[in-house]
């Protein structure tokens, strides 16, 4: 018999190349000496089911409006398989992306200039999104233990909703910045709360296939007393899909009403290059993922063991899931800014911790998607101004 032929790394790209080729956000805002670890895209080669769904679609001139069952019923079927979550694709709604189907749902279940609640540290894209739609953030922290504080979300659930106004929840599922997953008790006790108040809760889950082999993920809607509910999900960071636009809404059993209110036009936002990509990814592309999740996790014990060595004045929170880490630079000596020194004097971007809410001073987010060379490099750098 043959020798089988070794896969080579999917997060495997070389600095240079890097650099070279990428021209988006992460490697286009900061200037060429500067090692990108901040915005949540990933250092990946592409899958290529989705390499080949595109450029086939391209080739052939398929590039107008976008028709979304079948993406629907590939993430449909792909949940089914991976969590045993089965779900209708006839009650969703497909829209350009997770946030902008969290803006759509906050204008159903709030009212303008109402309260939408969120446990930070938690995605800075939830305060952006809740400002830009005329709603006021209000704060239920995560415990000392980086997971969800139930008695403080329900006191906060009980001052805000004590005058009648409606509101929201927003669920980072699993948690973004620091990696948590959720438990299935956890998320009960969530939706206990959150039903015996009155309010509705929005999970954005985006980062579920990227659950690490010591946890497994729990889609919110699968929890008992969910059913009031909704998710907004997409392949977009699993499969680095964030420039090919698409995300779907799935209702809970007694939220499909509801979702079924949001105006056609929201729909139209999905690209159709979009839609076969992360159709490609979700029907073609779950060994790629599988893969993936196997070099994530060999990554975030190197980043855990190069902290540990070279930062001893930092502390990691070592992720559960994603590929973001949740770093306390305090210990470092760097001031009231680490993340701006560690750019200014390292040249390595991290994304400061303030901007993800009450708890984030002194801490950094770190994107872990890369190579483990540039890792080392990375911590390299840090290391050296805090000799």
Request: net charge negative; proline share 7%; with cysteine.
């Amino acid at each position: 018999m043959g020798e089988t032929t070794a896969q080579p790394p999917i997060l495997g790209v070389p600095l240079a190349d890097l650099r070279r080729d990428r021209t988006s956000v992460k490697w286009g805002v900061h200037g060429p000496g500067v090692i990108p670890m901040w915005i949540a895209e990933m250092d990946c080669a592409p899958c290529p089911a989705v390499v080949d769904a595109v450029s086939a679609a391209v080739a052939r001139g398929d590039t107008g409006y976008a028709l979304t069952e079948e993406y629907a019923a590939a993430a449909a079927a792909f949940a089914e398989a991976e969590w045993a979550w089965g779900f209708d694709p006839r009650t969703t709604t497909r829209v350009a992306d997770v946030l902008t189907g969290v803006t759509h749902l906050l204008g159903l279940f709030t009212d303008p200039g109402g309260p939408v609640v969120v446990s930070p540290p938690v995605y800075n894209a939830f305060y952006e999104v809740i400002e830009a739609c005329g709603r006021r953030v209000l704060e239920a922290p995560l415990g000392p233990d980086h997971r969800l504080d139930v008695e403080g979300l329900a006191e906060v659930f009980a001052r805000v909703t004590a005058d009648g106004s409606r509101t929201a929840y927003l669920l980072s599922n699993p948690h973004n910045p620091t990696g948590t997953v959720h438990t299935p008790v956890e998320l009960a006790a969530l939706a206990r709360v959150a039903d015996e108040h009155g309010v509705r809760v929005v999970s954005d889950e985006i980062h579920g296939p990227l659950v690490l082999p010591t946890s497994t993920f729990t889609p919110y809607l699968t929890v008992p007393g969910t059913e009031r509910g909704v998710t907004v999900t997409s392949a977009s960071k699993a499969w680095n899909l964030a420039g090919l636009k698409a995300a779907i809404i799935v209702p809970g059993d007694d939220a499909v009403d509801d979702v079924r209110r949001l105006h056609p036009y929201v729909t139209f936002g999905a690209s159709h290059i979009g839609v076969i990509a992360q159709t490609a990814a979700y029907r073609d592309g779950r060994d790629w993922c599988h893969r993936l999740v196997g070099e994530l996790d060999a990554n975030r014990h190197l980043l855990a063991e190069l902290v540990a060595g070279h930062l001893p004045g930092a502390s990691l929170v070592v992720p559960e899931a994603t590929y973001l880490a949740w770093l306390d630079l305090s210990g470092l000596g760097l001031g009231d800014d680490p993340a701006g020194e560690v750019l200014r004097r390292a040249r390595v971007a991290l994304s400061p911790g303030p901007i993800f809410g009450s708890g984030g001073q002194g801490h950094a987010r770190v994107n872990y998607a890369t190579s483990p060379e540039i890792l080392r490099e990375a911590v390299g750098r840090i290391a050296s101004i805090v000799a």
